[in-house]
């Protein structure tokens, strides 16, 4: 059996909403960075779909963003779609209590999600994400 190895960091679609470019020295430092602390996730290959596997693989999120397939939900009851195809910006204002909502039933999701997972991600490599931070006080030496 086929086993695929995949070195993820901390993975979240409202990271890259407030992402911006680095110089390419502090990119190249956060990149080493990211490397050694990233974990390695063990995914056992899925020969067909719904097969014994894993079907989920990190996922670009450029797949689900602005996917027509995908909707953002409120917390009200009834008919809660705020948006269709959400982008990273509307992610980015933290609403509390809204959710991602794909195609299917999450609580019989037979096979849906599964199929809906391989055809949005079947143009892309898995990815992952590291998103760094620092404190003022600690990590970089002030001078002047």
Known sequence: ???THVRA???AVAILAGATA???SAADALTQLA???APVVRLVAQSKPCGHGEPFEPTDVGDVLGNPDV???GPW???NIVKVAPTANDLSKGLFEYNLDFPGNALAPRCTY?????EISAASRPTDYAHAVTEPSHGRRRTG
């Open 114 to 118: 599964d199929k809906w997972s391989h």
């Open 1 to 3: 059996m086929r086993t």
């Open 35 to 37: 490397r050694r602390y």
């Open 71 to 73: 909707a953002l939900r």
């Open 9 to 11: 960091a901390v993975a």
């Open 77 to 79: 009851s009834g008919a």
């Open 22 to 24: 680095a110089p390419a």
